[in-house]
T-cell receptor
Framework: AQSVTQLGSHVSVSEGALVLLRCNYS??????LFWYVQYPNQGLQLLLK??????LVKGINGFEAEFKKSETSFHLTKPSAHMSDAAEYFC???????????FGAGTQVVVTP | DAGVTQSPTHLIKTRGQHVTLRCSPI?????VSWYQQVLGQGPQFIFQ???????GRGNFPDRFSARQFPNYSSELNVNALLLGDSALYLC??????????????FGPGTRLTVL
């Protein structure tokens, strides 16, 4: 069985400040891990994915995430928030290569000027 | 290249009716998955099809069914609609990539409202 927990349903950051979104997973096998972003009234856009090639993964729009097996975490960061980063962010896990995804509940990010 | 497309964009139905949602995958992708996203929650996996065969099914009742056509497009059917079926239905297509991993690319979704 696998599951994903995202800590904090809402996060408010100032423009230019660090963005940190937390994700912890449980999986009976080495997982594949993903971060997706969803803008209002849109589908999901892939930000980045972990496939065991490297523990630090760089994605689009300046985001990156670090896989820490000992902590079963895959937190998402961005050094400097931009107004356009306001959206909902989902962490997801897959335990097989078919890509069937188990999503967390999501974290809504608000960016204040 | 066009991304995943879904139709219709919005749909309003009444309880007990039937609905069909459609999805066209990214060109070259042979796998299609369906997810249900209830307001305020993360998407939940419903089905995955590969080469017209069901490859996985989530914890949804038999009222939900799907199929994939020879051109890899897909339909999701829901019978006897309930108020709780109101959600955004997302379609994703995929193709084996790095290390054989299928990465899901999502369409814009179909917003279903059941009254």
């Amino acid at each position: 069985a696998q599951s994903v927990t995202q800590l904090g349903s809402h996060v408010s950051v100032s423009e230019g400040a660090l963005v940190l979104l937390r994700c912890n997973y449980s999986s009976s096998v080495p997982p594949y891990l993903f971060w997706y972003v969803q803008y209002p009234n849109q589908g999901l856009q892939l930000l980045l994915k972990y496939t065991s090639a490297a523990t630090l993964v760089k994605g689009i729009n300046g985001f990156e995430a670090e896989f820490k097996k000992s902590e079963t975490s895959f937190h998402l960061t961005k050094p400097s928030a931009h107004m356009s980063d306001a959206a909902e962010y989902f962490c997801a896990v897959s335990s097989d290569s078919w890509g069937k995804l188990q999503f967390g509940a999501g974290t809504q990010v608000v960016v204040t000027p | 290249d066009a991304g995943v497309t879904q139709s219709p964009t919005h749909l309003i139905k009444t309880r007990g009716q039937h609905v069909t949602l459609r999805c066209s995958p990214i060109s070259g992708h042979k796998s299609v998955s369906w997810y249900q996203q209830v307001l305020g929650q993360g998407p939940q996996f419903i089905f995955q099809y590969y080469e017209k065969e069901e490859r996985g099914r989530g914890n949804f009742p038999d009222r939900f069914s799907a199929r994939q056509f020879p051109n890899y497009s897909s339909e999701l059917n829901v019978n006897a609609l309930l108020l709780g079926d109101s959600a955004l239905y997302l379609c994703a297509s995929s193709s084996p990539g790095v290390q054989g991993l299928d990465t899901q690319y999502f369409g814009p979704g179909t917003r279903l409202t059941v009254l």
